[in-house]
């Protein structure tokens, strides 16, 4: 086979997509509400759930946990947080971003657990925060200290870094109101996670992305698409650009509808309020 063809991608079009789509759960924001279950006394029934392969695999490290988690249908699961749970997060199956989500939510329910060496770094953090710290030659033992805990105050800055570890300190601020954290605030995996949910039933934020790839597919190829499960209120900003530019849309039967239009598309537009991701499919 010629060299330049096996990293060539050829793509046939000319079929124009229409239908009702019903868009996917966010993997992330499904993340880390399980981690939020954690802070819950009650079962968390969680809703919307994708099963995808990082959902999956958090869910398997949950269950080596001692997580008791019960998928009602394909889409729906119920965890239960038993008080014999581990906290030992220093197996080399467990990824550091998944630690760093789990360990605040481990000295929530423990009041203690123990990290791998890799999270020296982020173990220096915690002893600021008034945490314990006890290293030895294969782990790290982080053990809350209620005292110490309650004396000190700080104020986080988490834009610009990674969505774990923003994450992490939006979890250990749950049970230290000392602690303060500033973040994307444009971010929706963060928004719902910001406040403690003490309900039993959470419906999992649905891809962002996916929402905005059917709708650029209606603008850009006279398809009509019915989306099932939107948030308007996540999505207005880019569907008013959207509206502006190229499509029309419109709430039908509480299912949102969106159709190209014809407009001359040689006007320039504003995009500075709108986040790579969203501007990338328009």
């Given at each position: 086979?010629?060299?330049?063809?096996?990293?060539?991608?050829?793509?046939?079009?000319?079929?124009?997509?229409?239908?009702?789509?019903?868009?996917?759960?966010?993997?992330?924001?499904?993340?880390?509400?399980?981690?939020?279950?954690?802070?819950?006394?009650?079962?968390?029934?969680?809703?919307?759930?994708?099963?995808?392969?990082?959902?999956?695999?958090?869910?398997?490290?949950?269950?080596?946990?001692?997580?008791?988690?019960?998928?009602?249908?394909?889409?729906?699961?119920?965890?239960?947080?038993?008080?014999?749970?581990?906290?030992?997060?220093?197996?080399?199956?467990?990824?550091?971003?998944?630690?760093?989500?789990?360990?605040?939510?481990?000295?929530?329910?423990?009041?203690?657990?123990?990290?791998?060496?890799?999270?020296r770094?982020?173990?220096?953090?915690?002893?600021?925060?008034?945490?314990?710290?006890?290293?030895?030659?294969?782990?790290?033992?982080?053990?809350?200290?209620?005292?110490?805990?309650?004396?000190?105050?700080?104020?986080?800055?988490?834009?610009?870094?990674?969505?774990?570890?923003?994450?992490?300190r939006?979890?250990?601020?749950?049970?230290n109101?000392?602690?303060?954290?500033?973040?994307?605030?444009?971010?929706?995996?963060?928004?719902?996670?910001?406040?403690?949910?003490?309900?039993?039933?959470?419906?999992?934020?649905?891809?962002?992305?996916?929402?905005n790839?059917?709708?650029?597919?209606?603008?850009?190829?006279?398809?009509?698409?019915?989306?099932?499960?939107?948030?308007?209120?996540?999505?207005?900003?880019?569907?008013?650009?959207?509206?502006e530019?190229?499509?029309?849309?419109?709430?039908?039967?509480?299912?949102?509808?969106?159709?190209?239009?014809?407009?001359?598309?040689?006007?320039?537009?504003?995009?500075?309020?709108?986040s790579?991701?969203?501007?990338g499919?328009?």
């Amino acid at each position: 086979m010629d060299e330049n063809l096996k990293s060539t991608l050829k793509i046939r079009g000319g079929v124009i997509p229409y239908g009702v789509v019903s868009l996917s759960g966010d993997s992330e924001a499904a993340v880390f509400h399980l981690v939020q279950s954690f802070f819950n006394e009650k079962k968390v029934t969680l809703e919307n759930v994708p099963r995808s392969g990082l959902v999956l695999d958090f869910i398997a490290i949950l269950k080596q946990l001692g997580v008791e988690i019960l998928w009602n249908n394909e889409t729906t699961l119920t965890v239960s947080i038993p008080p014999e749970i581990s906290e030992d997060l220093a197996s080399p199956n467990i990824s550091y971003k998944f630690v760093q989500i789990l360990a605040p939510a481990i000295l929530f329910r423990k009041g203690s657990c123990t990290v791998p060496l890799t999270f020296r770094q982020e173990s220096k953090f915690y002893r600021e925060i008034g945490f314990d710290i006890d290293p030895n030659n294969a782990s790290i033992l982080i053990r809350r200290n209620f005292i110490k805990n309650s004396e000190v105050e700080k104020q986080i800055k988490t834009i610009g870094e990674n969505l774990y570890f923003a994450a992490s300190r939006i979890f250990i601020s749950y049970f230290n109101p000392n602690i303060s954290v500033q973040y994307n605030r444009t971010d929706y995996r963060l928004r719902n996670i910001e406040k403690m949910n003490s309900g039993n039933r959470i419906k999992i934020p649905f891809n962002q992305f996916e929402f905005n790839l059917f709708t650029s597919m209606a603008s850009l190829t006279s398809a009509e698409v019915i989306i099932e499960n939107y948030d308007l209120s996540e999505s207005l900003q880019f569907l008013m650009l959207f509206d502006e530019m190229a499509g029309n849309y419109e709430v039908v039967g509480g299912k949102l509808k969106i159709w190209r239009h014809q407009k001359n598309l040689n006007d320039l537009y504003e995009f500075l309020t709108l986040s790579f991701d969203a501007l990338g499919y328009l």
